[in-house]
């Protein structure tokens, strides 16, 4: 099963992880690989730099950021493939984090399962045709 570990926050602009955090992440993306259950990890730059697009009846808004509710930001995610909910939510206790003044008292991290068209009943053959050709051609191109 795959699932997103979702870090919430939204960095400052201004300010950059100390050196500590980046080898502390790193020992953290390590373990994870070296088990066998990390496909992708990213941090994201800080909602100054970003926008987003919301669609209603009337067609689609561009915002640009920044955007007030930290809380419903994201910070990064991590992509992991383990066998179980529970050893996804395991990998997140153990991202590591201590409260700084970088990044406030507390860190959040939503851990999600990535839905399968294999959860669906009703899915067309034709699509689950196509999402494996979307599949192959992706990964050939990394």
């Given amino acids: 099963m795959r699932f997103m570990l979702l870090l919430k926050g939204d960095p400052r602009p201004d300010q950059m992880p100390s050196p500590e955090i980046f080898e502390a992440m790193d020992r953290y993306n390590r373990a994870l690989s070296d088990a066998g259950a990390l496909?992708?990890?990213e941090g994201l730059l800080p909602s100054t730099t970003g926008a987003r697009v919301t669609h209603d009846a009337s067609g689609a808004?561009?915002?640009d950021g920044p955007f007030t509710e930290s809380?419903?930001?994201l910070a990064g995610f991590w992509m992991i493939q383990v066998a179980s909910r529970e050893e996804a939510v395991e990998w997140a206790r153990r991202v590591p984090f201590e409260p700084t003044e970088e990044y406030g008292p507390e860190m959040v991290i939503e851990v999600r399962q990535v839905a399968e068209l294999a959860d669906f009943d009703d899915?067309?053959?034709s699509v689950?045709?196509?999402e494996a050709q979307l599949r192959?051609?992706?990964a050939g191109a990394s």
């Fill in 123 to 125: 899915v067309p053959e």
């Fill in 39 to 41: 496909l992708v990890a």
């Fill in 136 to 138: 192959a051609k992706a």
């Fill in 71 to 73: 809380k419903e930001l």
């Fill in 128 to 130: 689950r045709q196509s």
């Fill in 61 to 63: 808004h561009v915002s």
